[in-house]
């Protein structure tokens, strides 16, 4: 099975803040690496997809790089409404897929 | 306008089994690939298994290989999970899930309490 480890597991930022996120896999999966947005009570929001691809209506502000086993979410000026919790996931072998641990972000 | 209702709330003994379906409106199954994801009061995301309906495809992770199940009805679009033997560790709240980058498609999400 392929294995997603991210971190930081939690972080607290200011608001007009960057933070950045990594996701490294336990193998090559290519672009298959997708990054979501949980509040919550609330189910997931996929924010990134391939990548480095943003979801249609996604603020501009979110940036996805990375290829193979090493990836990285890189939120510019956070806004209050960032606050939640952030996931990797990967697809490379679908239907299978694997969540990366989580990333807690909280606004100061 | 895709939309996924899950079916209500359960409670179920240790060692009893549960059936949580998924009824996707607006959607073909077909075009997916369907997921059954859970999560645990305050914990992360947790693949259970998943199925390509075109393909007749279905994986389970590897904890749960011998113990669920997940269907699919086409002519109602509807999507099973079934887990046997459950334990205190499964209560959590099970989302389906329709993937399909850029898409995702995530269903209300139904809580299952394990208790005795």
């Known amino acids: 099975d392929i294995q997603l480890t991210q971190s930081p597991s939690s972080l607290s930022a200011s608001v007009g803040d960057t933070v950045t996120i990594t996701c490294r896999a336990s193998?090559?999966?290519?672009?298959?690496l997708h990054w979501f947005h949980q509040k919550p009570g609330k189910a997931p929001q996929l924010l990134i997809f391939a990548a480095s691809n943003l979801k249609s209506g996604v603020p501009s502000r979110f940036r996805g790089s990375g290829f193979g086993t090493s990836f990285t979410l890189t939120i510019s000026s956070l806004q209050p409404e960032d606050f939640g919790e952030y996931y990797c996931q990967q697809n490379y072998r679908p239907p299978s897929l694997t969540f990366g641990g989580g990333t807690k972000v909280d606004i100061k | 306008q895709v939309y996924l209702a899950q079916s209500g709330t359960e409670v179920k003994k240790p060692g009893s089994s549960v059936k949580v379906s998924c009824q996707a409106s607006g959607a073909t199954l077909n075009n997916y690939a369907i997921s059954w994801v859970r999560q645990a009061l305050g914990q992360g995301l947790e693949w259970v298994g998943g199925i390509l309906p075109l393909l007749g495809t279905v994986t389970y992770a590897q904890k749960f290989q011998d113990r669920v199940t997940i269907t699919t009805d086409d002519f109602t679009a509807t999507v099973y999970m079934e887990l046997n033997s459950l334990t205190f560790d499964d209560t959590a709240v099970y989302f389906c899930y329709f993937g399909g980058s850029p898409i995702d498609y995530w269903g209300q999400g139904t809580l299952i309490t394990v208790s005795s």
């Open positions: 193998q090559n999966i290519a672009m298959s």
